[in-house]
């Protein structure tokens, strides 16, 4: 048995006495793509945030590259190895796709992937080296969402975590963002995807966690949820 590369235990979270997470469980080996599936508002985001050191935890364990993380700071989870694009996008609106992407760049010599440099990030996206000295603020939905998966590229992350990054985008730009994750799956890159589109993600991940009014309430692989209907449309609403 190898260790997980993330492991999060009986996870408990709450904005300020409103309880959101209520225990979630959950794990992300080393070259798995995962999914965290559910209903708008039941605690993906949170979760997201928990396991990024954005949000303290009110409960339980996470394990990150194996170190203790509940605790950390998000600087310093991300300096373990964590890649967030988080929902929004939240690209610098006043940097260049550029300074964007340079802001936050970290070499992991550790890393046994390929390292991601400047000019590799504008080969995997070549519609960011077109517009290298364009603000965040002047960039296309599809444009900043690129820009948000390259900056979390540059920091040589050893687990990616993209929460909605297909939200609000035009199928075909869509596309291009799942094809770029398969690209980064076949490379052997760890991820955890939330995404609202099931058929991709049932093409894309190893396996899935159903989460539901803060709770895990179902996990399994490609193939068990296809099977599953009854998960698909209690909890997925699909
Ligand atoms: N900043 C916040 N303050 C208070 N409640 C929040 C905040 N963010 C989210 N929530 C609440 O926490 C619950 C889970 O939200 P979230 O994790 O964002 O859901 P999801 O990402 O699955 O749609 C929801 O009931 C939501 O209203
Ligand atoms: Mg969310």
New binding site residues.
């Given amino acids: 048995m190898t260790t997980p590369l993330l492991e999060l235990r009986q996870l408990r979270a709450a904005?300020?006495r409103?309880q959101?997470?209520f225990g979630i469980d959950l794990s992300v080996s080393m070259g798995e793509v995962v999914t965290?599936l559910?209903?708008?508002?039941?605690?993906?985001?949170?979760?997201?945030?928990c396991l990024s050191g954005l949000l303290p935890v009110t409960g339980g364990t996470m394990t990150f590259n194996q170190q203790r993380t509940e605790l950390l700071p998000s600087f310093e989870i991300a300096r373990l190895g964590l890649g967030l694009v988080p929902?929004g996008r939240q690209v610098f609106p006043n940097l260049t796709v550029k300074e964007n992407l340079v802001a936050t760049a970290r070499v992991r010599p550790n890393n046994a992937l390929e390292p991601w440099t400047l000019a590799r990030v504008y080969r995997f996206f070549p519609r960011l080296q077109e517009r290298e000295n364009h603000l965040g603020s002047q960039l296309s939905g599809g444009e900043q969402q690129m820009l948000a998966i390259g900056r979390a590229l540059m920091t040589n992350p050893s687990l990616m975590v993209l929460?909605?990054a297909t939200e609000g985008l035009a199928p075909l730009i869509r596309a291009e963002i799942w094809q770029a994750l398969a690209g980064l799956k076949a490379e052997g890159l760890s991820m955890m995807v939330?995404d609202k589109n099931l058929k991709p993600l049932l093409e894309l991940a190893d396996r899935h966690f159903v989460?539901e009014k803060?709770a895990i309430v179902w996990s399994g692989d490609s193939q068990a949820l296809r099977a599953n209907s009854t998960i698909v449309h209690e909890y997925l609403g699909v």
């Fill in positions: 904005y300020g409103a959101v997470l965290l559910g209903r708008n508002g039941m605690g993906r985001s949170t979760t997201v945030k929902e929460d909605e939330i989460i803060g």
